[in-house]
């Protein structure tokens, strides 16, 4: 039986020790601020991002990894007959899985490549689990069969505290933005199926924990909590106020809290605080 390697991009919500643990390797995306340009998770860090992202005179701009790269690691890890499975980011989000295929076409190592069809730590729960199957001597299929099955149970939320960067980056019109700005309304989002939608708005801080409250109310009927995780840009009392929520429902859940990726902080912006969780 072929050995599997796992592959993914830099937005997987990973930590390094998961990353060791599971043997996973990163192909990183590049960001620019203000005309420098760092490579993540190389010559920066996700909060040193959001504090350069504080002090830019403009929106930071990231950028999906070079074709080259892609190829480079495929052959490096088929050199010695291994499989490589490439989970990456949903294509909504960013070319990076379009740039991940082409590559496959171009090695010599058999690569499969599929869309998380979402990204952080929700693309990051697809990777242990796959990781896991494959550890158990799974095949490629199973591999992939196990990562979707994760996907299906899992749900990421998130509440943008300020639409200012989404204008910014084009993501909703000028008119929209202000018009929240000046009502102080807060959209919710949520990420399913490789789509963004927005299930809900609602107007300051107490409607947000209204709905954060009826969101986990929701999460306690369910189907059994597996993991949790918080992923945020600077959110401060309310990502402390959604962890105390959390803790509260699921003592016996530990909560990963981080600072989110900068490909999702550039578009959502400071205060964006976002749920992440799967079930069995």
């Not at 952080?120 to 099955?149: C, F, H, S």
């Not at 918080?230 to 803790?247: D, F, R, T």
């Not at 016996?252 to 976002?274: E, H, K, Q, W």
Request: proline share 4%.
């Amino acid at each position: 039986m072929a050995n599997i390697k796992l592959v993914t991009d830099s937005s997987a919500g990973l930590t390094d020790e998961e990353i060791k643990e599971y043997d996973i390797t990163i192909v990183p995306l590049s960001v620019m601020i203000d005309d420098q340009v760092y490579v993540e998770r190389e010559d920066i860090t996700n909060d040193e991002f959001v504090a350069k992202m504080a002090e830019s005179a403009n929106l930071p701009k990231t950028s999906q990894p070079p074709l080259g790269k892609f190829v480079e690691v495929f052959d490096r890890l088929g050199a010695d007959g291994s499989q490589v499975l490439c989970i990456d980011m949903m294509a909504s989000l960013s070319g990076t899985v379009h740039a991940a295929e082409q590559a496959a076409t171009m090695t010599e190592t058999d690569v499969t490549v599929i869309d998380s069809l979402t990204t952080d730590r929700a693309l990051a729960y697809q990777l242990i689990e796959a990781a896991k199957a494959i550890k158990a001597g799974a095949t490629m299929e199973e591999a992939v069969a196990k990562a979707r099955e994760t996907e299906k149970k899992t749900t990421l939320y998130l509440a943008i505290d300020n639409v200012k960067n989404l204008v910014a980056g084009g993501r909703v019109s000028k008119f929209a933005g202000t018009l929240s700005g000046v009502l102080n309304i807060k959209p919710m989002l949520k990420v399913g199926n490789g789509e963004i939608e927005i299930p809900a708005k609602v107007r300051g801080n107490k409607g947000m924990h209204k709905l954060w409250s009826q969101i986990v109310a929701d999460m306690v009927k369910g189907p059994e909590i597996v993991a949790i995780g918080i992923s945020h840009v600077a959110a401060g009392k309310e990502m402390e106020w959604l962890k105390a929520q959390l803790n509260e429902a699921f003592p016996d859940i530990p909560v990963l809290v981080r600072t989110t990726v900068p490909v999702i902080a550039t578009n959502t912006g400071f205060g964006a605080n976002c749920l992440i969780y799967y079930t069995k």
